[in-house]
């Protein structure tokens, strides 16, 4: 008789196999073989592991977690006598694996796999004033080492990350968000072309695509607002607690870091082929061909100060359709600065 | 259905791991036990799952069953190549890791992190610590929205060739280019790939972004060869950088306006001076004098500028200043 028509391994809770609910999506074959090949060494290199904390690590419910134990349970070859290679049991909610024969250690690490974390690796120890650089080193070694072969695409990936000037911006960043201290700064705002003195009681430091942001309260714009690193002209660290207030809410970095608010203006605009990097450089909200290279953009933005600008910078190459008060606007600005030059 | 596969595909892993020697498809029939009878059926089912367990990269070799044999093949699957070697990590280390495997979620590697962090797991590695002080007040991410990265990165491993349709900057339409990829590189938010661009006989770098449509691979695997020592990162950073700012630029900055100029003023006017209270009298002028490379896409920041930033020289400068903003009025 094989174990697939006994009842089970010995358990406390009576759970038979080809019980198990699937919460969720349904995983395919290969996501469940995956998973099965990963749980076996879990539980071997920790001796016993409990099924709620397995259940949790591995991402699935408990009756997932059994029913993938029962089915390694089943396995069953013939050499040419049936045996069955994988003994367990999860008595009292405790697994033991008492025999694993040969999936006793995970599988190597796919090229992907070994791709994803040292190219993100590489990419944090780029980020200058991150204290951790000694750990990031050793573990990026350790990690190439047991990758083996694997590791070598991945030097075909890279994050290069801005350099942000010499004044150690980042570190100092770095120690207000950890000490949580208020710091005072001076910051350029390109899209007004201005330089603005705030205190800004620090978040997090967010490195997206990297470019290193401080996430903080604003006191002057009483709002939580990002500030890229390569735009503080000069910060101190406040010897002040910081105080964010309990609603402020961190920006959702997976949702990209700019969101239209209801309120933004909306604005048309209309380029030709040298202006279509407009669209890839701008969070637009839709885009569309107009032939000939030409792409009309619909945007939404709180301040349009900076369209003006870029229209400025587009020239001929780009025109607003839409409102007709910021197209009045751009032209304004444009005969302003003719007249500049008119006059010397 | 799909669980009798799990099951099946289970099974064969631990056979193939079991045996020192090739075993020939017939023992493993037997050995496994589930497989159909019939043979036709039974060779579908058993060309399927030796697929379906490299797809998750398990090393599954062939050799022959006996030197006395050339026809009949074999399988197994050597310990040492399938098993991941001893890795042991220091908290601070495992601390790191957890920050590494955030970098890309919800983006193209994100499921790839997520089966390095499952395997190291495996190993005995304790993640838990990863939302401790190590990690704490840094979010670090990065994303692929191109619909180009994934595609890319897969010709880029599997040393593939490919073609695709690209706007090339200020082109009406776009057109085809047929490129030997070396690698993917994202500089300052936007992804990029280099590579010998065969058509031109050059290297080349090209935005995702601005590549149209799907990229189709059009070579097999393993048909690229990337020169020694090259150094993609490199490749992408030279092809980006601005040409030599050879030339200069003198300009009349109004007072608490032109910041973007003044950090890059020659001389130390860093954009402290003329900020917020004024130096000089309301309304007045700074000269402030910047190096730039190429008149026109200086002459494109300059005018952004508006009624704020003037140039005295030089002359062509001036005058790519002038018509753009008359490009603007138009």
């Not at chain 1, 358990?11 to 609910?21: L, M, Y």
Request: aromatic share 6%; glycine share 10%; net charge neutral.
């Amino acid at each position: 008789m094989s174990r697939g028509q006994q009842g089970g391994p010995r358990t406390s809770r009576g759970q038979k196999a080809g019980e198990g609910a699937r919460a969720g999506q349904p995983a395919t074959s290969a996501e469940r073989l995956r998973r099965l090949l990963a749980l076996v060494p879990y539980v071997v290199s920790r001796e016993t592991a409990g099924l709620a904390e397995t259940a949790a690590a591995f991402g699935v419910s408990e009756r997932e977690l059994v029913d993938d134990l029962n089915m390694l349970w089943c396995v069953e070859l013939r050499d040419p006598y049936p045996y069955c290679p994988i003994d367990l049991s999860y008595e009292g909610g405790e697994i033991v694996i008492s025999q694993a024969e040969s999936i006793g250690r995970p599988l190597r690490l796919a090229v992907d796999e070994a791709s994803a974390l040292l190219v993100a690796l590489r990419m944090l120890a780029e980020v200058p004033g991150l204290e951790d650089r000694s750990a990031l080193s050793r573990l990026i070694a350790k990690l190439e080492a047991a990758a083996g072969e694997a590791a070598a695409p991945s030097a075909q990936v890279a994050v290069h990350v801005d350099p942000p000037d010499g004044d150690g911006v980042v570190a100092k960043v770095r120690e207000a968000v950890a000490r949580r201290r208020r710091v005072h700064m001076r910051y350029y705002v390109p899209g007004r072309d201005e330089a603005t003195e705030r205190d800004v009681d620090p978040m997090r430091l967010l490195v997206v695509e990297g470019r290193a942001y401080l996430e903080g309260w604003c006191r002057r714009a009483e709002a939580v607002r990002l500030f890229r690193l390569d735009r503080i002209l000069g910060l101190t660290v406040l010897d002040v607690p910081a105080s964010v207030p309990a609603g402020a809410e961190p920006v959702d970095v997976d949702q990209g870091l700019f969101r239209p608010s209801p309120d933004d203006v909306h604005v048309v605009l209309d380029v030709s082929a040298p202006g279509r990097w407009v669209a890839e450089y701008y969070p637009c909200e839709s885009v569309e061909e107009l032939g000939d290279g030409r792409l009309r953009i619909h945007l939404r933005t709180p301040d349009t100060r900076w369209v003006r600008r870029l229209m400025l910078r587009l020239g001929e190459d780009g025109a607003v359709i839409a409102p007709a008060a910021l197209r009045a606007q751009v032209r304004e600005d444009a005969s302003a600065a003719l007249a500049q030059y008119a006059a010397t | 259905m799909s669980r009798r596969k799990t099951e099946r595909l289970l099974s064969l892993v631990v056979c193939l791991l079991s045996t020192r020697r090739y075993l020939t498809a017939e023992q493993i029939r037997e050995a496994v036990g589930v497989y159909p009878d019939q043979p036709e059926a039974f060779k579908r089912m058993f060309e399927r799952d030796k697929e379906e367990l490299r797809e998750l990269g398990i090393p599954l070799e062939t050799g022959r069953v006996s030197p006395l044999d050339e026809e009949e093949a074999g399988y197994r699957i050597r310990r040492q190549a399938y098993e991941l070697p001893e890795i042991r990590l220091e908290p601070d280390e495992a601390a790191v890791l957890g920050l590494a495997a955030r970098v890309w979620r919800h983006a193209e590697l994100a499921g790839a992190a997520a089966g390095a962090l499952l395997k190291l797991r495996a190993a005995g590695i304790d993640t838990s610590g990863a939302d401790g002080a190590a990690s704490q007040g840094i979010e670090p991410r990065v994303h692929t929205d191109e619909p180009a990265f994934g595609p890319l990165w897969q010709a880029v491993r599997d040393r593939r060739p490919v073609t695709f349709a690209y706007w090339a900057a200020g082109r009406g339409e776009p057109q085809r280019r047929n490129l030997e990829p070396w690698g993917v590189v994202n500089r300052r938010g936007r992804w990029y790939v280099a590579g010998m661009d065969t058509d031109r006989g050059a290297v080349r770098v090209f935005r995702l972004s601005r590549i149209e449509g799907p990229v189709t691979l059009s070579g097999p695997p393993g048909s690229v060869t990337v020169p020694e020592g090259t150094d993609v990162r490199e490749v992408v950073r030279s092809w980006d950088r601005a040409a030599p700012q050879r030339r200069t630029a003198l300009l009349r900055v109004r007072h608490g306006a032109g910041y973007g100029l003044r950090r890059h003023a020659a001389g130390k006017q860093d954009g402290s001076q003329g900020s917020g209270e004024h130096t000089g009298p309301a309304g007045g002028w700074d000269e402030i004098t910047v190096p730039f490379a190429d008149v026109m896409w200086f002459a494109e920041h300059v005018a952004s500028y508006g009624a704020d930033v003037v140039v005295v020289d030089p002359p062509d400068l001036r005058e790519a200043v002038i018509s753009k903003l008359k490009g603007a009025l138009a």
